[in-house]
């Protein structure tokens, strides 16, 4: 379930990975594009954090949502190399293809 964005989108994706016997890594990641994206990396880790949790909490009322071990956001709109874009290689991605890129 993905909360409405105004000026942009919002993209959630869950990874659950087992790290153990007896627990359960879970890893969030949120994509934003947009006035959204421009916004919350104008705004502190902590701020953001707050938000992420509201929302959360907001989507899933009936689930307990633990607060995260560690929280990380890009600056990627401010940096003068990539100015918002980023690239990523599709899992398909063959090793001629890539060297075909690389040329």
């Not at 990874?15 to 007896?22: A, K, M, N, V, Y």
């Not at 071990?69 to 990627?76: A, E, G, P, V, Y």
Request: proline share 7%; hydrophobic share 30%; aromatic share 4%.
């Amino acid at each position: 379930k993905t909360p409405p964005a105004k000026g942009g989108s919002v993209n959630v994706q869950e990874q659950e990975s087992e790290s153990s016997s007896t627990t359960s890594v879970h890893v969030l990641l949120v994509v934003l594009t947009g006035e959204v994206a421009s916004r919350i990396e104008e705004q502190s880790l902590e701020d953001t954090k707050a938000e992420v949790m509201e929302t959360l909490r907001d989507m899933y009322p009936a689930e307990t949502v633990p607060e995260p071990l560690d929280i990380t956001k890009t600056d990627w709109d401010k940096h003068p190399f990539f100015r918002g874009s980023y690239s990523n290689r599709p899992i398909c991605l063959t090793g001629n293809v890539l060297s075909n890129l690389r040329a």
